[in-house]
């Protein structure tokens, strides 16, 4: 601001402004309501992508150029006629190396969001999930990008950056872009709370990531081959009691919710199971629904087939309250007091990402998460539509840190 104020205290100086105003041609200013405005010819269809802040500096420097013009212009013409035209030829140069800093100073200045600050979303958004396409997790991002692009103006791409444990490809990739908003992160819940503990190791670490906004929460389940002797959890934890390491539990992977689910099981209900790790989750449930391992702790949505036709069978459910399409499966919490295992899908932005756009996004995904016909549709995928605010988030990361914290610390949880 105080290079602004530089810049009209010269130009308004000894009535000079005006003077460079009335002697602007027409073609290149024009007033509106007291405002100048560059006038320019019209943009191709896609200009809008253009920086406005650039134009905003064009300007400035369009009405600085013009006045430094007619300030030598007036100077040559005064110098022809006073006696001092030396001496007054100096202070018009100096007046106009003055300003020519000073159009410098601006064009520097103006890359401060104080001078130049671009409206947010300047250019199509791109959402990152580090998952394969398909499942639960995959259907809410790309359904928060549909909804949240209409309400913004601007459209999201998603897309899908599976590698690495605990989708640490696409992660990464979205740690080292640009904090302007126009890279986002859709994430389970586990991104954000133990990525530090469990990548520890690694420079790998989500906690300066500027929560957004939660999508929807969607509880975790056990779920059991039919000839296994437990039809409950109080009998699956009799059954590995008296059989101890006998009970074998396949996880999606190293670090991932069925790991840390299995390994809460055994650390509160005192017990051993052997550990049998798999990349993702359907190589474990084919291997579950072939005999060869005896539980996976994996969500309904994509087993709700074989359970409805028998070939897998629920033992519980993580969530806060018995599921409305399952009412005699058992919580968690009815059998190990305290004890939940959800799941959430989360965005975020890289560290650093300005307040505004953090709440254009959320605003944009709250609105859209209430509509009706958006609930219905996260509902139809077992899951609890949120669309919460940015502190909201902050405050579910912090729980689940604290959930699941002790568990890998207890089970020694680390991925190279």
Not at 195 to 219: C, G, N
């Amino acid at each position: 601001m105080q290079v602004v104020t530089a810049v009209a205290a010269i130009i308004s100086e000894r009535s000079f402004g005006k003077s460079c105003l009335r002697l602007l041609p027409r073609s290149g200013l024009q007033r509106k309501s007291s405002v100048y405005t560059a006038s320019r010819p019209s943009l191709r269809p896609d200009s809008h992508e253009r920086d406005a802040g650039v134009e905003a500096r064009l300007r400035i420097l369009l009405l600085i150029v013009h006045c430094c013009g007619t300030m030598q212009g007036h100077g040559l013409a005064e110098d022809a006629r006073s006696k001092k035209g030396r001496r007054h030829g100096d202070r018009v140069s100096e007046r106009i190396a003055a300003v020519g800093m000073l159009a410098a100073m601006v064009l520097i200045a103006s890359r401060s969001p104080l001078l130049a600050q671009v409206a947010f979303p300047s250019r199509p958004i791109t959402m990152v999930v580090p998952l394969p396409a398909g499942g639960t997790a995959d259907l809410l991002c790309r359904l928060a990008a549909q909804r949240a692009s209409e309400r913004i103006g601007k459209q999201i791409v998603i897309e899908n950056r599976a590698g690495g444990a605990g989708g640490r490809v696409g992660t990464e990739s979205v740690l080292r872009s640009p904090a302007d908003g126009h890279t986002l992160l859709c994430a389970p819940q586990l991104t954000y709370s133990i990525t530090h503990l469990v990548f520890a190791k690694a420079a790998f670490d989500t906690r300066a990531m500027e929560p957004v906004s939660v999508l929807a929460t969607y509880p975790l389940i056990v779920l059991a081959r039919p000839g296994l002797p437990a039809d409950d959890l109080p009998q699956l934890i009799a059954y590995a009691r008296g059989n101890p390491g006998k009970v074998t539990y396949g996880h999606q992977g190293k670090g991932n919710t069925g790991h840390l689910l299995g390994e809460l099981l055994m650390l509160r209900g005192e017990f051993r199971m052997t550990e049998v790790p798999y990349r993702g989750s359907a190589p474990a449930i084919n291997d579950l629904l072939a005999g060869n391992i005896d539980i996976v702790p994996d969500y309904l949505l994509a087993n709700k087939q074989n359970i409805d036709a028998g070939r897998l069978k629920m033992l519980a459910t993580g969530g806060e309250a018995r599921l409305g399409n399952y009412p005699t499966v058992a919580t968690l919490s009815e059998t190990l007091a305290g004890v939940h295992a959800d799941t959430w899908m989360g965005i975020a932005a890289p560290p650093g990402t300005p307040n505004d756009a953090i709440t254009t996004m959320s605003d944009a995904i709250a609105q859209a998460f209430a509509l009706p016909e958006v609930r219905q549709r996260i509902l139809a995928l077992e899951a609890t539509p949120l669309g919460t605010s940015p502190q909201t988030m902050r405050e579910m990361i912090r729980r689940s840190t604290e959930l699941w914290a002790p568990v890998v610390e207890a089970a020694n949880i680390t991925v190279e």
